[in-house]
Nanobody, 126 residues
Framework: QVHLVESGGGLVQAGGSLRLSCAAS????????MGWFRQAPGKGREFVAA????????YYADSVKGRFTISRDNAKNTVYLQMNSLKPEDTAVYYC???????????????????WGPGTQVTVSS
C-alpha cells in the first residue's frame, strides 16, 4: 500500500514556474514507477509525465515536453514535477500516481497505476 499526497500547486501567471511534489508513504516507494496526470475542467484525465523506479527512464506528453521535468528522490520518498513556461492550457488538477512496474521503464495508461493522490490545483492566468 502506498499513500500519496501532492503539494506545490497554486496560481501563477503565464510564463511562470511551479514545482509540484508528491510525498509517498511506505517502504516500497523505490519499487514503483511514478507518474503525473492532470484533469482540466470538463475534460478527461491526461498523462503528463512518468519516471521509472530507478529514475533512469522518463517519458513526457508532447504538450509538456521541453517545459516540464519529472524527477524523484527515493531517499525522501518523493517525486517532483518542475513546470516551466506555464501556459493557461496547463490549468488543471494534477495527480501523482504509483505503478508497480518492475521493468526500468514507464507506462502512460492511467489504468496501469495502482495508487493515486488526491490532487493539487494548478491555475495559470493569461
Amino acid at each position: 500500500q502506498v499513500h500519496l499526497v501532492e503539494s506545490g500547486g497554486g496560481l501563477v501567471q503565464a510564463g511562470g514556474s511551479l514545482r509540484l511534489s508528491c510525498a509517498a508513504s511506505g517502504r516500497t516507494f523505490s519499487s514503483y514507477a511514478m507518474g503525473w496526470f492532470r484533469q482540466a475542467p470538463g475534460k478527461g484525465r491526461e498523462f503528463v509525465a512518468a519516471i521509472s523506479w530507478s529514475g533512469g527512464s522518463t517519458y513526457y506528453a508532447d504538450s509538456v515536453k521541453g517545459r516540464f521535468t519529472i524527477s524523484r528522490d527515493n531517499a525522501k520518498n518523493t517525486v517532483y514535477l518542475q513546470m516551466n513556461s506555464l501556459k493557461p492550457e496547463d490549468t488543471a488538477v494534477y495527480y501523482c500516481a504509483a505503478d508497480w512496474f518492475k521493468a526500468d521503464a514507464v507506462r502512460i495508461a492511467g489504468s496501469s497505476y495502482d495508487f493515486w493522490g488526491p490532487g493539487t490545483q494548478v491555475t495559470v492566468s493569461s
